[in-house]
């Protein structure tokens, strides 16, 4: 079993994967200043190299649609704006993050990235649809999991053979395990980086009771979201399956089948553009 301490001494470790989640915490809070301009986020990102290589790679690719090549961090922010500056910072740090095999889960880079930026995808639809800020459920969606890297790393770093069955809830396997799951590892890891108080609570938050449908949180959308790509199915890929009418949240937010369906349709469709853009091996 372990305590907090030992988890915090292990993300010194996840930190020297780069400097890329403060970096994120930073450009979130400039871009919510209405006077941070793009010259100053240019200025940050020029900070960590390999952050602006990946990001002026990512400018070119796809996914965002340049009209033309971009060969630096000036023509690659002002062509994408503020806005997409972030979504593509978000899918940097997926990259660095999520593109490792977790052994003690039996879960591949591959999926763990999918599922990630699968879930981000899906509360960034859905916070645009309630009216809550689509880029922070972006985020939260990207990084609901992270507490699994940390997990897995205590794991490895600890030198157990411990395996997930598969067959076993997750989350009661990890506290079985390392004695927290990954709600209260990923939240632990996101206080460390500094990032928001909310999106900690949030990420912490995502495995108790679900709020009162009637109070369109972002919490909500978490688990709502949750129960979404369990049916839809990683890179959503099931094309059969339907969303129970009882559900109290898909009423609260005036979601029916079909609103539902192209949701998910429209998610697809951005996971194929991102999936053009990435390189995971």
Not at 104 to 128: F, K, P, Q, R
Not at 134 to 147: F, K, W
Not at 251 to 256: E, S, T
């Amino acid at each position: 079993m372990f305590n907090p301490d030992n988890f915090k001494r292990s993300i010194l470790a996840v930190e020297a994967l780069g400097a890329t989640p403060a970096v994120l915490v930073k450009a979130w809070e400039l871009s919510k200043d209405p006077n941070t301009d793009l010259d100053t986020f240019c200025a940050l990102l020029r900070n960590d190299g390999p952050l602006a290589a990946d990001f002026i790679r990512l400018s070119n690719s796809p996914y965002c649609a340049p009209a033309a090549s971009h060969s630096n961090l000036n023509s690659a922010i002002n062509h994408l704006g503020i806005k997409e500056v972030i979504r593509v910072i978000n899918l940097s740090l997926a990259q660095q993050l999520f593109a490792r095999d977790l052994p003690s889960y039996g879960i591949s880079a591959s999926d763990y990235w999918s599922a990630s930026i699968c879930t981000a995808l899906v509360m960034e639809a859905l916070a645009e649809h309630v009216g809550l800020n689509p880029e922070d459920a972006y985020t939260v969606g990207l990084l609901h999991a992270i507490g699994r890297v940390l997990i897995n790393h205590v794991i490895e770093e600890q030198r157990f053979t411990i395996y997930w069955d598969g067959r076993q809830p997750i989350q009661d396997w990890e506290r079985a395990s390392v004695g927290f799951d990954y709600a209260e590892a990923g939240a632990i890891v996101l206080e460390c980086w500094r990032f928001p108080k909310t999106t900690c609570d949030t990420i912490r938050g995502q495995l108790q009771p679900e709020p009162p449908p009637e109070q369109i949180s972002m919490p909500g959308l978490l688990q709502f979201s949750h129960r979404l790509l369990e049916l839809t199915g990683l890179g959503f890929k099931n094309e059969y399956w339907e969303l129970p009418e009882t559900d109290l949240f898909a009423q609260a937010a005036g979601l029916n089948a079909a609103s539902i369906k192209d949701l998910v349709s429209v998610c697809r469709d951005d996971f194929k553009g991102v999936l053009q853009s990435v390189d995971l091996s």
